[in-house]
């Protein structure tokens, strides 16, 4: 299986730049990976009709109604879109994302066959009073209840990590990435794809992609300048 590399715009970009964006990117994208890209959901049909796999950055869990300013899985998935995000931090944090309510997103998801990456991940306080692996284990245990595995993948973000230029060892990345495989294999008899997420860039990537353990890695702010991205995808392609 190829290693993926999930592309996560967040809410950058207006339009003209996005189709800027497309147009630099153009024939440049390798083949060698499952490269997936996010961009804000107003431009996936445009990433989706230039050939690209394409996941949204968010979804509700029903499939329809009076949810205003929503984008449901259904509409999701008869725009083409391959993939989604659930449990992203910044979606837990700014917008008080529970455990129940990611779970259901999930399955809203799934039940639409979209692929769902789901994100995981301890903040700093967490991790420096040695929560780690207990805030990540409960978030395993309440975001996956009663979900078939077989369409998941998670993306393991340190929340500290994210945006902030630092990033964990390549020997941290491992044991924490081993520990969720290990869980979910424990829980679910599933061999589950796991990535890392959080201050990627050009002068980590080789590394990171050199775990063994480590099927891929979710991008943010590297991804939003277009020559960057494909400067950095070359380091390892
Ligand atoms: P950064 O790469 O900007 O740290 O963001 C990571 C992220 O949140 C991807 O989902």
Request: proline share 2%.
């Amino acid at each position: 299986m190829k290693k993926i590399i999930a592309l996560n715009l967040k809410m950058n970009l207006g339009y003209k730049e996005i189709l800027d964006y497309i147009k630099t990117i153009q024939n440049k994208v390798t083949d060698n990976y499952e490269v997936i890209f996010f961009p804000t959901s107003i431009y996936l049909d445009l990433f989706k009709k230039s050939g690209y796999l394409v996941g949204a950055q968010n979804v509700h869990f029903e499939n329809k109604g009076a949810y205003t300013g929503e984008i449901s899985p259904y509409q999701l998935k008869s725009l083409g879109v391959d993939y989604t995000l659930v449990g992203h931090s910044e979606r837990r944090l700014h917008f008080k994302e529970n455990d129940i309510l990611i779970n259901e997103k999930v399955k809203g998801a799934l039940k639409n066959q979209l692929k769902v990456i789901l994100c995981v991940g301890e903040t700093d306080e967490e991790r420096l009073s040695n929560k780690t692996y207990s805030v990540i284990e409960n978030q395993l245990k309440n975001n996956l209840q009663n979900i078939d595995l077989e369409d998941v993948t998670i993306a393991y973000e340190p929340v500290w990590a994210i945006g902030s230029g630092k990033t964990p060892t390549k020997d941290e990345i491992d044991e924490v990435v081993s520990f969720i495989k290990k869980k979910v294999k424990q829980e679910n008899a599933i061999d589950i794809r796991v990535l890392y997420g959080g201050s990627v860039n050009k002068e980590n990537i080789k590394d990171i992609m050199s775990i063994e353990s480590v099927d891929g890695v979710l991008v943010g702010s590297s991804s939003i300048d277009p020559n960057y991205l494909i400067s950095m995808i070359d380091i390892i392609d």
